[in-house]
């Protein structure tokens, strides 16, 4: 089918999309004790050249007590900025635009994570309920799921995106995405399976809401408009979920209110059920038609679409005006030349390499399956 609505222009406060297919974050796991490097920048040069219209990186750490797993990157000292700095001038080089995913996994991580030791600090979380399903690859000998501390003032970790919100911008990024989803911190607040706290951050549905939105207000005092925020809400992974109606007015309310700051873009990323965590048997996600549900209360931002979409797809439903855009994954992975080959009817035809999706291995070559796949001859 012809692309025509996917290879139009857009506006995103600030700067202008040279079309709407956006690489969504991907956690790849590439930085060297946190910093970013080399072939990280050669890894997201090929996607700039491959005309993203946006790339997002993968979830980049506030700190270093929200470190779930080894070669994730931070952003919290002047070294991170300075080698995130070095990606955004080569992407901007060769025209990309590239947003910093900033993230926080709450409950995720592990007290023995080397990053969480070094912090001197808890696993903080909104209460201290433990993930369940949870299986930590790095930890050797642990055994059970540790138990979170409840954060005493969840405005310490709000102060700690803030902080990674202006090194950001010091490192040159055009925005910022606000990691809501993926059971991290922000959903962790506002699931009440893991948010049972009595005081003004939990219990009502506006309550849960608060630290998300608390957060993004941090983020647009550094950043104006160009914020951005990510959600699932039927998604199970990491042991999220909860009943269907109280999912529905969990999200209506929390993105209805987060519209309300005029966002550069709000994403949804469509419910995968093999993410969910299964309980006795039990998918934790809430299936339900994520668009169709919460696109009445995204007024004043624009609404991207992630999870699943074929190009003809988002064609149709770009072309319709029922999103701006669409957020491409896996996609991306292994093929670096996704845009032009959706505009040109070309396959797509690499597979991802799975066994290099993330952690390599001790001694490994790091760009297997990371910068050399191939570009499409035309």
Known sequence: MPFKALFKPLQLCDITLRNRIGMSALTRDRAEDTYPTELMKEYYVQRAVGRAGLIVTEGILVSRHGIPWLHVPGIWDDKHVAGWKAIT???????????????????????????????????????????????????????????????????????????????????????VELHGASGMLVAQFLDHSSNQRTDEWGGSVENRARFGLEVLKAMTEVYGHNVAVKVNPAGGANDMGMPLQDTLDTFSYFLSEADKLRLSYIVISRHNPKFDTVIDGIPRGTPHNELEAYRPFVKHSSLFLNGGVTPEEAESLTSQGKIDGVFFGIGWISHPDLTKRIEYGLPLDTPPSVAHLYSPKEGEDWSIGYTDYPIAAR
Do not use: C, W
């Open 89 to 175: 001038e080569a992407v901007h080089a060769v025209g990309g635009k590239i947003y910093a995913q900033l993230a926080h996994v709450g409950r995720l991580s592990h007290p023995e994570d080397p990053q969480q030791k070094l912090s001197g600090l808890p696993v903080y979380a909104p209460s201290a309920i433990p993930i369940r399903g949870m299986k930590y690859r790095h930890i050797s000998g642990s055994s059970g799921i540790p138990i979170p501390t409840a954060v005493e003032d969840p405005r310490l970790l709000i102060e700690q995106f803030k902080h990674a919100a202006y090194n950001a911008k010091r490192a040159g990024f055009d925005g």
